[in-house]
């Protein structure tokens, strides 16, 4: 009797972890980083409008990336699970304008997203398939509405310059979090408003606060170009 409720325990937290060892998402958090396409342009580099058209003047998505609290992350975690753009049909034309690829040479998109996928999306697939992991970052973008709150608070992409702070407390009115930024410069050396990082929950459907902060280069007072 001791021995058979023994390895009813046994089975019993066996079956458990096994649970446990499926639910558990493999990652602890996202960053959700959008760029602003004004300073990806006016670099020495320079852009190239996609194939599709120039995109909006607002924030494009540049990435949704499964993280670790201890601050490394996963990346390229299944290639038996590759980008597949026939079950994204219906999200196009939304991520041509809103998830636009400015390289040069122009694009379409699929090689950023194909990238975007299989190095990081595939990284968050016990938790979404690829068709929710684009869905979840439009919904993110949406929800963020980093452009509108910038604008609210004065703060316009007219290449003026602004207090880093203004811009942080704007962004955080628009999702209740911190937010972080990063900069790069222009061709005339000013360091510029370049990139947005917001962190989600695993189910890339909520914003947090960050468990772990990114880089971060901006002086106190940063250009928010045009574009
Ligand atoms: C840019 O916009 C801000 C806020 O609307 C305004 O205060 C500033 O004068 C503008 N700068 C230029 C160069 O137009
Ligand atoms: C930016 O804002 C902070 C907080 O309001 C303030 O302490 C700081 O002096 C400002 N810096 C500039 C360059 O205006």
């Known amino acids: 009797m001791e021995n058979y409720s023994m390895i009813i325990k046994l089975l019993v937290w066996q079956s458990l972890a096994a649970m446990a060892l499926c639910q558990s998402p493999g990652f602890d958090f996202f960053y959700f980083v959008q760029q602003w396409p004004g300073a990806y342009c006016d670099t020495s580099r320079g852009c ?20 670790y609290n201890s601050g490394g992350y ?48 595939t990284c968050s697939e016990s938790v979404l398939t690829e068709h929710a992991y684009f869905a979840a970052a439009l919904n993110l973008k949406s929800q963020a509405n980093t452009l509108a709150s910038l604008t609210n608070a004065g703060i316009t992409p007219n290449n003026s310059f602004y207090n880093l702070s203004d811009v942080l407390a704007a962004i955080k009115q628009g999702t209740g979090h911190d937010a972080y930024v990063q900069c790069n410069t222009d061709e005339n050396g000013n360091s510029q408003l370049y990139q947005i990082y917001i962190c989600v929950d695993t189910t890339g459907a909520n914003f947090i606060e960050c468990p772990v902060a990114p880089n971060q280069n901006c002086p106190s007072s940063i250009e928010f170009p045009s574009f």
Do not use: A, V, Y
């Not at 597949?84 to 998830?99: A, F, G, K, N, R």
């Open 48 to 67: 190239c409008n996609p194939t599709s058209g120039k995109p909006p003047s607002d924030f494009g998505i540049h990435g949704l990336w499964p993280n």
């Open 74 to 121: 996963p990346s390229n975690c299944d290639s038996s699970n590759p980008f597949d753009p026939s079950q994204i049909q219906d999200l196009l034309s939304q991520l041509q304008t809103q998830w636009p690829s400015l390289t040069c040479p122009s694009s379409d998109g699929t090689s950023f997203w194909t990238h975007e996928w299989n190095k990081h999306g």
